[in-house]
């Protein structure tokens, strides 16, 4: 009679159970699949309209030279990881974070941006969650001058603007000593098909190689003065010095203006008048590349001309929010913030994020936009100083 080692079934066991340990490994891994261009090209009628468009700063302007339409995404513009659909519903929000950290590090400053679909962010407070365990240098939104509200820890509103509002490509707080380096979309309510809303995002080290010698030259060498406007707070007004930085105390306010080294005037009216010099261009922590950084265009009172809450207003460029001038207080030529415009917009794609999206760009190579649209769409911010 053949005679077995007592041992084999255990060991059988022991080979089953090992399999299935492999596997669910497998399974819940944290692993990314990444496409260079994922992201479906739009046909014509369904893109977003740039030339003509109502409430687009410059794109009503005689002569005007923006695209048609907002271009489509460009190979690794931006750079697309899905969640493996095996791993989404038994990896935490940790492990995914630990995995987009890595990505973020080795690729970010190669493709500017980076698209992630298929994490387990349902809401804000993920979103939240999501960017604690990143372990970034958050910011607090102070000093800025978009309209948005905080929604949990760091995360905001992206804009509360007027939906028919299409806002310009712009880096997020260029004019500030104090702006992001990288910048965090999250997806909360998509646009509807059809309903426009389209996230753009735009290459800047193109923008810097495109633009008119006169027009690089004037600001290398003048730089930009920004002034800003801003009243004290009132039911129904415009965003308020108070609601800017979080106070009604004015001497925290000037206590921020002898920080950041801004001039300064309280007006009779309780308003806030402010104005600074900042330079045009920014060199890359990472790489040492030069490039155009900056909001002239979009911190210029042209900009509030074509709002809807500003354009059947008769008023001096001072009163509005904000204004921008060379650096030695003069004029800035209407052609040339009209060029910037339109290389601003050359260099821009747009696409339409889906729930749950979280797209990431870095604030120096890249800036962002935002088509107008109809029904609901909702996208939160997140902005991190490293």
């Not at 990314?32 to 740039?50: C, H, I, K, N």
């Not at 407070?125 to 999501?130: E, I, L, V, Y």
């Not at 921020?256 to 801004?262: D, F, G, L, N, V």
């Not at 490039?291 to 001096?316: E, G, M, R």
Request: proline content about 6%.
């Amino acid at each position: 009679m053949q005679s077995f080692p007592v041992f084999s079934t255990v060991s059988k066991l022991h080979v089953v159970f090992c399999r299935s340990l492999l596997s669910t490994i497998a399974m819940c891994g944290t692993k990314f699949e990444y496409s260079a261009r994922e992201l479906v090209d739009m046909p014509t009628q369904t893109r977003g309209r740039l030339a003509g468009r109502k409430w687009l700063p410059g794109a009503l302007r005689a002569g005007s030279k923006f695209p048609e339409y907002v271009p489509n995404p460009r190979e690794n513009f931006p750079a697309f990881y899905r969640a493996n659909a095996s791993v989404a519903g038994c990896t935490p929000i940790r492990d995914f974070a630990k995995d987009v950290r890595e990505i973020i590090e080795r690729e970010l400053h190669v493709h500017g941006a980076l698209l992630f679909r298929g994490l387990p962010l349902k809401n804000g407070n993920d979103f939240s969650k999501f960017m604690r365990r990143l372990k970034d240098s958050l910011m607090r939104y102070e000093g800025g001058t978009a309209v948005r509200h905080e929604v949990a820890g760091s995360v905001y509103t992206a804009s509360n603007d007027p939906p028919e509002y299409s806002i310009e490509p712009h880096n997020e707080m260029a004019y500030s000593d104090q702006h992001p380096l990288k910048v965090f979309f999250f997806c909360d309510v998509p646009a509807l098909p059809g309903h426009g809303g389209e996230s753009v995002i735009t290459d800047v080290r193109q923008v810097s190689k495109k633009l008119d010698s006169e027009v690089v030259k004037n600001f290398k060498r003048l730089g930009i003065r920004y002034c800003r406007h801003l009243p004290t707070k009132k039911p129904g007004g415009y965003t308020s010095w108070q609601q800017i930085f979080n106070t009604e105390d004015k001497a925290y306010v000037e206590q921020y203006m002898a920080k950041h080294e801004r001039s300064y005037r309280w007006e009779s009216d309780g308003a806030l008048t402010s104005w600074f010099r900042r330079p045009a261009f920014r060199n890359h922590p990472i790489t040492g590349e030069e490039v155009w950084f900056n909001q002239v265009h979009s911190q210029n009172a042209t900009y509030f001309q074509d709002h809807p809450l500003w354009a059947h207003l008769d008023i001096p460029s001072i009163k509005y929010p904000s204004n921008s001038y060379y650096g030695d207080g003069s004029e800035i030529e209407e052609d040339f913030l009209q060029h910037i415009r339109e290389v601003l917009w050359e260099e821009s794609v747009g696409f339409q994020m889906q729930k749950g999206d979280v797209l990431i760009h870095d604030n120096v190579f890249v800036g962002h936009a935002r088509l107008g649209f109809t029904g609901k769409r909702k996208l939160l911010v997140s902005l991190s100083k490293d």
